[in-house]
């Protein structure tokens, strides 16, 4: 079993920045890639960006690549998103995944989501 909390979320202007971070505990944190997804309210929860075992494979959704980066830390078990020049359409509760199938995109457990909301 894995337990996931984020937590980063906030009120941020277009364009501004805010980095999400998600602890994880339970397994082995080298044994399972880890995933960031989002759901806008009156939308379908969609994929945001994945990142393997070693940190190796990164993968992003097309509409926020090259502007959010996801990377992990094993020291402290905790995988984060940075996300810059952020949009209103950015605006969504945060889910954190784990473990990941990088190629379904299926996971096993979520994290309670952190909200992110960005005005214009």
């Known amino acids: 079993q894995v337990q996931l909390v984020e937590s980063g979320g906030g009120l941020v202007q277009a364009g501004g920045s805010l980095r999400l971070s998600c602890a994880a505990s339970?397994?082995?944190?080298?044994?399972?890639?880890m995933g960031w997804f989002r759901q806008a309210p009156g939308k379908e929860r969609e994929f945001v960006s994945a990142?393997?075992?070693?940190?190796?494979?990164?993968s992003y959704a097309d509409s926020v690549k090259g502007r959010f980066t996801i990377s992990r830390d094993g020291a402290k078990n905790t995988v984060y998103l940075q996300m810059n020049s952020l949009k209103p359409e950015d605006t969504a509760v945060y889910y954190c995944?784990?473990?990941?199938?990088?190629?379904?995109?299926?996971?096993?457990?979520w994290g309670q989501g952190t909200q992110v909301t960005v005005s214009s």
């Open positions: 995944a784990a473990p990941l199938n990088i190629v379904t995109l299926r996971t096993d457990y």
């Open positions: 990142i393997s075992r070693s940190g190796g494979h990164r």
């Open positions: 339970g397994r082995t944190f080298s044994s399972y890639a």
